[in-house]
């Protein structure tokens, strides 16, 4: 199922890249895998997925531990500063920076281990409580700005996660918004390359609007259960 799901999501990422004049190259598939475990994992593997996204740093930690570098790991999910090590050790990407201080932990704990690590800054374009992310530009650029000159790490864009709706229009505009921040940005002289944007209900919308980078979970893996 796994298989097919995947071939199936790539064959309409391609005809949506199509549409809009994008190359399929350019838009990274990332297979979110949270909550799912290896059996999935190598199942996508199996199937040529390269690239997967963990929300919590003890599951990718555990995850790590048997995969290795086997795959490629971002990691996605809200980070807290006593789990930074763990992220930093097994994550090749990290999409979720939403504070000064956690760019300054990651910074640190990178140092630590000699490696220089590749960031993006979330940012809050939904304007719901429930989800983290930065959302004032000053401060989005004072992140920007430490991030690009701290020696370990290496900022290469911004993420975001659409509101919660059916409103295709609300979740346009807040891809469009981070895509325009992106542009604002590299007008002021970074050179921002990545825009991770796009889940399972809207990453057709995300394409349309240039996302480099989608996070997808449930359109491959099947709906998540969760223990409580
Ligand atoms: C779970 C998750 C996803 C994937 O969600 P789906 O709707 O299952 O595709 C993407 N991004 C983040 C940050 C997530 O936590």
Not at 71 to 86: A, E, R
Not at 91 to 102: G, K, R
Not at 171 to 193: A, H, Q, V
Request: hydrophobic share 40%; glycine share 6%; with cysteine.
């Amino acid at each position: 199922m796994i298989a097919e799901n995947l071939q199936f999501l790539n064959n309409r990422i391609t005809q949506i890249c199509e549409r809009n004049n994008r190359k399929p190259e350019n838009v990274k598939l990332i297979a979110v895998s949270k909550n799912f475990g290896i059996d999935a994992i190598n199942q996508a593997i199996k199937a040529g997925q390269f690239n997967f996204g963990e929300n919590r740093a003890q599951e990718l930690v555990s995850k790590f531990e048997i995969l290795g570098n086997k795959v490629i790991w971002h990691f996605i999910g809200n980070l807290q500063k006593n789990k930074v090590k763990y992220a930093v050790k097994t994550a090749e990407y990290i999409h979720s920076v939403d504070s000064f201080s956690l760019a300054e932990e990651i910074q640190k704990s990178s140092a630590k281990i000699e490696k220089v690590q590749k960031v993006l800054i979330e940012i809050k374009t939904s304007g719901e409580e429930t989800k983290s992310g930065v959302t004032n530009k000053t401060e989005v650029e004072r992140i920007a700005e430490y991030c690009w000159n701290a020696p370990n790490l290496d900022l290469l864009g911004l993420m975001t996660i659409a509101p919660f709706t059916n409103d295709k229009n609300l979740i346009r505009k807040s891809f469009s918004y981070l895509r325009n921040l992106k542009e604002e940005l590299n007008d002021k002289g970074y050179s921002l390359k990545e825009l991770s944007m796009g889940m399972t209900n809207d990453y057709e919308i995300a394409i349309e609007e240039g996302a480099t980078m989608l996070r997808i979970g449930s359109a491959i893996f099947g709906e998540r259960i969760y223990n409580q």
